[in-house]
């Protein structure tokens, strides 16, 4: 199985703040990587996908990069909105596996 | 609107069965694979399994965990997604999404999730 491992498990910056989320895939994945944002008691929400890719309606201030094994997602500007935990997860074979997640708070 | 309405989640004593049910509505739901995801009490997600489409002759693939207790079914005349859970265990307590995938250069990713349905597996 492809182990994915997140850090930091939590985090606290103020609004304004740029912060990165790491991930990394115990083998390469390629560019088929997902991250996904959980706020307190919702669903998981699809933020960016082929790693860098973002899904529409989500905003400009969340951005992916990285390809093969490691990843970041980073929230250029934070905001009180943004509270939540964060995941990655790879795509690309199975098991389909997620990170462990990002608390992120303000 | 495009939404995914899972249901069916309940108290159940190990060992005994349940089925849980997703409701899709607002988009063509034979193009799409569909995934059951799950999340255990304050702990993180964790894939169940997945069903292919027609294309692909609604196969399935499932995670270890799951695999000969657990089975996934769909019915795209109901536009509908299924998971029965057999022999159930007390590590099977957790809110299950359903999830829709979809594809870029033939890989899914999860576009949108269901509510959840929680599943307490309790004596």
């Known amino acids: 199985d492809v182990q994915m491992t997140q850090s930091p498990a939590t985090l606290s910056a103020s609004v304004g703040d740029r912060v990165t989320i790491t991930c990394r895939a115990s083998q390469s994945i390629s560019n088929c990587l997902a991250w996904y944002q959980q706020r307190p008691g919702k669903a998981p929400k699809l933020l960016i996908y082929?790693?860098?890719t973002l899904e529409p309606g989500v905003p400009s201030t969340f951005s992916g990069s990285g390809s093969g094994t490691e990843f970041t997602l980073t929230i250029s500007s934070l905001q009180p909105e943004d509270v939540a935990t964060y995941y990655c997860?790879?795509?690309?074979?199975?098991?389909?596996?997620f990170g462990g997640g990002t608390k992120v708070g303000i | 609107e495009v939404q995914l309405v899972d249901s069916g989640g309940d108290l159940v004593q190990p060992g005994g069965s349940l089925r849980l049910s997703c409701a899709v509505f607002g988009f063509t739901f034979s193009d799409h694979y569909m995934d059951w995801v799950r999340q255990a009490p304050g702990k993180g997600l964790e894939w169940v399994g997945r069903?292919?489409?027609?294309?692909?002759?609604?196969?399935?693939e499932y995670a270890a965990s799951v695999k000969g207790r657990f089975t996934i079914s769909r019915d795209d005349s109901k536009n509908s997604l299924y998971l029965q859970m057999n022999s159930l265990k007390t590590e099977d307590t957790a809110v299950y999404y359903c999830a829709r995938a979809s594809s870029t250069s033939g890989r899914w990713y999860f576009d949108l999730w269901g509510r959840g349905t929680l599943v307490t597996v309790s004596s």
């Open positions: 069903m292919r489409n027609k294309a692909r002759s609604y196969t399935t």
């Open positions: 997860q790879q795509y690309i074979t199975y098991p389909l596996t």
């Open positions: 082929m790693a860098s």
